[in-house]
């Protein structure tokens, strides 16, 4: 009787695991609004760089030491950014710019989706930081869930960077003032 309620259980647990694992292949992807944009980012993105949500980053802000850095081009970042995020650019990439940063120092990078912080984010680990994380749905998804932007004068702006019209179609907030 024991063992097979030992079997039973243990079958039930593996049952209840897998049935909670993402499929081979598969990585498990914080929620973000657009439903369309997330199956975007699923073919777009290789995961190389742990997700972190934008509510969990919203919640890590007020608890401890953060590094956000915005990896879109200069011109994006002047016209809006997350508060308290610094350039750390992706053409233009330069290590210099976080040479204050403890390599063990938690790390979040983003971009206007995702794409070109996965890259930056992939090139700090390779430099030894330990604890980066990509923002998933990125500058875009903050935005769309209403949380604030500032500008390169540290002001309050509803102006959103969207790199270019086609990716403007993802910003779908009517109060978000998209620019490209």
Same mark, same amino acid.
């Given at each position: 009787m024991k063992n097979?309620?030992?079997?039973?259980?243990? *079958?039930?647990?593996?049952?209840?695991?897998?049935?909670? /694992?993402?499929?081979?292949?598969?990585?498990?992807?914080p929620t973000i609004t657009n439903s369309s944009l997330d199956?975007?980012?699923a073919g777009m993105l290789k995961f190389s760089v742990p997700l972190i949500s934008v509510e969990a980053l919203h919640i890590k802000i007020?608890?401890?030491?953060?590094?956000?850095?915005?990896?879109?081009?200069?011109?994006?970042?002047?016209i809006s950014h997350i508060p308290n995020a610094r350039h750390l650019g992706y053409s233009d990439f330069?290590? *210099?710019?976080?040479?204050?940063?403890?390599?063990?120092? /938690?790390v979040v990078?983003?971009?206007s989706v995702g794409y070109r912080s996965e890259k930056i984010g992939e090139r700090l680990i390779a430099k030894g930081y330990t604890h980066v994380l990509n923002l998933y749905?990125?500058?875009?998804?903050?935005?769309?869930?209403?949380?604030?932007?500032?500008?390169?004068?540290?002001?309050?702006t509803n102006k959103l960077h969207t790199y270019n019209r086609e990716w403007?179609?993802?910003i779908k907030g009517k109060e978000i003032h998209k620019i490209w």
């Open positions: 097979w309620l030992s079997l039973f259980c243990g *079958t039930i647990a593996s049952t209840l695991i897998f049935s909670c /694992t993402p499929a081979t292949g598969q990585i498990e992807r199956q975007k980012l007020e608890k401890e030491k953060i590094y956000i850095f915005d990896t879109r081009e200069y011109k994006e970042f002047q330069n290590l *210099t710019r976080v040479k204050d940063v403890p390599k063990d120092a /938690t990078v983003y971009c749905g990125s500058i875009f998804e903050w935005a769309e869930q209403g949380l604030p932007l500032e500008d390169s004068n540290s002001q309050a403007g179609k993802w």
